[in-house]
């Protein structure tokens, strides 16, 4: 494991590789009150945060000693969660025109605080649902996501907890092309004939358990490697931080799952 220093030399080399590129200095303010943390020092700090497993923005803060307040920290982190997004879509669209033609799709359940607080959270009421996973309820929002065979990230979504996971596909994979695998959630023939183009894209979900199809043997492999998407939502969630209930913003919980993606695919 990379040692705290060397992981915030490689995360800053990483963010002014990506500044420079995209010259994303533009977007910085040119007149008023010079930002106490400039934006590379923002950016390699939000990212150190979920890549070395910080729990909060406090300890963070406490660790790098930057030269602000711990309220300055936390409002310029937040404030740079557009920028946070802008590159996560580039490198998505990268991702995209090298991807892989097999693809898996899947949701998450992406609770905005435990279940006993939930009838108190006020926070993200607006946009935070119930809903019912294998491992019970939840309140929050789900998190939909395409990947291909080798691990890239291609397209995501997050919605309210009780969206049905078949919505947002269409959308999801609207740029892309290959052999789209699924659970049995994802299960409709309306979906598999609206996705299908002659040729460039297949749906294939795996079949309910009362139902009765032979699959073929490219079929059941192609269902046993749908464990890999579980294993990225496995690693954002318990070593990029992707879930938390200690932001006290929209902002602050949006940002915050931006910055554990966007450091889980840059890692």
């Known amino acids: 494991m990379r040692t705290e220093s060397t992981l915030l030399t490689s995360l800053r080399a990483t963010v002014e590789r990506i500044v420079q590129s995209l010259d994303l200095t533009k977007v910085v303010p040119t007149v008023g009150r010079p930002r106490d943390l400039s934006l590379t020092e923002t950016l390699t700090a939000a990212l150190f ?7 909060t923005k406090k300890k963070c803060w406490q660790l790098l000693e930057p030269h602000c307040s711990y309220k300055t920290f936390v409002v310029s982190i937040n404030r740079l969660a557009a920028l946070a997004l802008r590159i996560l879509l580039v490198i998505l669209r990268e991702h995209g025109a090298a991807a892989h033609r097999v693809k898996h799709v899947d949701s998450t359940d992406v609770p905005v605080c435990t279940v006993r607080k939930a009838s108190r959270h006020r926070t993200m009421a607006g946009l935070a649902q119930w809903s019912k996973t294998g491992k019970g309820w939840f ?4 998190l939909h996501l395409i990947a291909d065979l080798e691990g890239r990230i291609l397209s995501l979504c997050f919605t309210p907890g009780n969206t049905d996971d078949r919505v947002p596909v269409l959308d999801l994979a609207r740029d892309l092309d290959g052999v789209f695998v699924a659970d049995a959630g994802y299960v409709s023939a309306d979906l598999a004939q609206r996705f299908h183009r002659e040729g460039r894209r297949w749906f294939l979900a795996k079949p309910k358990a009362n139902m009765r199809v032979l699959a073929s043997s490219i079929e059941t ?12 939502f496995r690693n954002l969630k318990m070593f990029y931080g992707l879930v938390s209930s200690l932001p006290r913003s929209i902002t602050g919980y949006l940002a915050n799952y931006l910055y554990a993606i966007l450091a889980y695919v840059l890692a």
């Open 221 to 232: 492999w192609l269902y046993d490697t749908r464990m890999r998407i579980e294993l990225q």
């Open 49 to 55: 945060w979920h890549q070395s497993q910080i729990t």
């Open 139 to 142: 309140y929050g929002l789900k």
